[in-house]
T-cell receptor
Framework: GENVEQHPSTLSVQEGDSAVIKCTYSDSASNYFPWYKQELGKRPQLIIDIRSNVGEKKDQRIAVTLNKTAKHFSLHITETQPEDSAVYFCAASKRSTGNQFYFGTGTSLTVIP | GAGVSQSPSNKVTEKGKDVELRCDPISGHTALYWYRQSLGQGLEFLIYFQGNSAPDKSGLPSDRFSAERTGGSVSTLTIQRTQQEDSAVYLC????????????FGQGTRLTVV
């Protein structure tokens, strides 16, 4: 089955700096990679996703890059703000397994004002 | 409703009792997932449904845990003879599998075993 690894487990940055979270996956057939943000006491919510036919996707201050050859993808948050503080999860899935999602272990991001 | 709905939101039970947690997925979503999240921890996979069948039950931690889904919609997660280590937030998610798209999460059930 698929194995998704996520690093780092915790990350602290100064407000205004950039944050990068990295994930690797094992199954080369995985073709959909969402990122979820979970604020304290709330449910995980999708913030950005990327499909395997795309190398990079941006949405305002967040971007995701995908390297299919190396089987890794990364979340980039620029100009971080205190409200970016949360736990971030990466995931991988593929249609041939009925879209089953495999999640990373999460990164707790703290943005220091 | 428009989103994934879970009930109850909170459940306090005595050790040794059985509990049932309910998940009502988004209409039309054929895939349904159960995860467990202990305080400050990640998403521990429990079980995955595709329609009414469960192709992957590998995450159920013991035979005290079971889940079913009927009519391709509502799912219940049952924990028998609850133990204190079962205390956690149980999250349900659903997704539409005809196209590879995001999973939507419910708000979770916070289970406390005393």
């Amino acid at each position: 089955g698929e194995n998704v690894e996520q690093h780092p487990s915790t990350l602290s940055v100064q407000e205004g700096d950039s944050a990068v979270i990295k994930c690797t996956y094992s199954d080369s057939a995985s073709n959909y990679f969402p990122w979820y943000k979970q604020e304290l006491g709330k449910r995980p919510q999708l913030i950005i996703d990327i499909r395997s036919n795309v190398g990079e996707k941006k949405d305002q201050r967040i971007a995701v890059t995908l390297n299919k050859t190396a089987k890794h993808f990364s979340l980039h948050i620029t100009e971080t703000q205190p409200e970016d503080s949360a736990v971030y999860f990466c995931a991988a899935s593929k249609r041939s397994t009925g879209n089953q999602f495999y999640f990373g272990t999460g990164t707790s991001l703290t943005v220091i004002p | 409703g428009a989103g994934v709905s879970q009930s109850p939101s909170n459940k306090v039970t005595e050790k040794g009792k059985d509990v049932e947690l309910r998940c009502d997925p988004i209409s039309g979503h054929t895939a349904l997932y159960w995860y467990r999240q202990s305080l400050g921890q990640g998403l521990e996979f429990l079980i995955y449904f595709q329609g009414n069948s469960a192709p992957d039950k590998s995450g159920l931690p013991s035979d005290r845990f079971s889940a079913e889904r009927t009519g391709g919609s509502v799912s219940t997660l049952t924990i028998q003879r609850t133990q204190q280590e079962d205390s956690a937030v149980y999250l349900c998610a659903s997704s539409f599998t005809r196209t590879n798209t995001e999973a939507f999460f419910g708000q979770g059930t916070r289970l406390t075993v005393v």
